[in-house]
């Protein structure tokens, strides 16, 4: 098992329900560390850049609106196998196809407003956090 670090955002649905706090304890009691977290409201520039592997889906400028309709919270979380953990306390990606006490099937209102974004993979994780973070903000 390796120790890795991976991005987590709590998405504007989450935040303007005041969930945040109730979002990070899940992770946190999964055995993952915040080594880093900020505050912001995304730009449309700055969500076309981060989203844009997805420019060419049909749901792009759904997700992006979304995105930048309120703030959300950036984090890089770190622990053991932490993308793998990280998407299994999230839950798919579809709330009504997620486990049982995931934040996505306990917080989600929608597909889009699912309360919550992680990385894929570990590849993707660093790229990511290299968006949001620089070094110096990643405190372990």
């Known amino acids: 098992m ?31 560390r915040v080594v880093a977290q900020k505050r912001i409201q995304l730009t ?3 969500a076309e850049q981060f989203y844009g592997v997805h420019k060419a889906r049909p749901f792009f ?9 309120g703030p959300v919270v950036v984090q890089v ?10 998407r299994e306390v999230m839950g798919a990606t579809d709330p009504s196809k997620a486990a049982p006490g995931t934040i996505r099937k306990d917080f989600a209102e929608s597909i889009e407003a699912n309360s919550a974004h992680g990385s894929d993979s570990a ?4 790229v990511e956090i290299a968006f949001f973070f620089s070094g110096l903000e990643l405190v372990g």
């Not at 998405?11 to 009691?29: F, H, M, Q, S, Y």
């Not at 400028?61 to 930048?68: E, I, P, R």
């Not at 590849?123 to 660093?126: G, I, K, L, P, S």
């Open 2 to 32: 390796a120790t890795e670090r991976t991005l987590s955002i709590v998405k504007p649905d989450a935040t303007r329900r005041n969930l945040t706090g109730a979002i990070v304890d899940r992770l946190e009691k999964a055995g993952l």
């Open 44 to 46: 449309r520039a700055q």
């Open 61 to 69: 400028d759904s997700l992006c609106k979304f995105m930048t309709s």
């Open 77 to 86: 979380l770190e622990g053991e196998n932490a993308v793998a953990k990280n």
């Open 123 to 126: 590849e993707n994780a660093a």
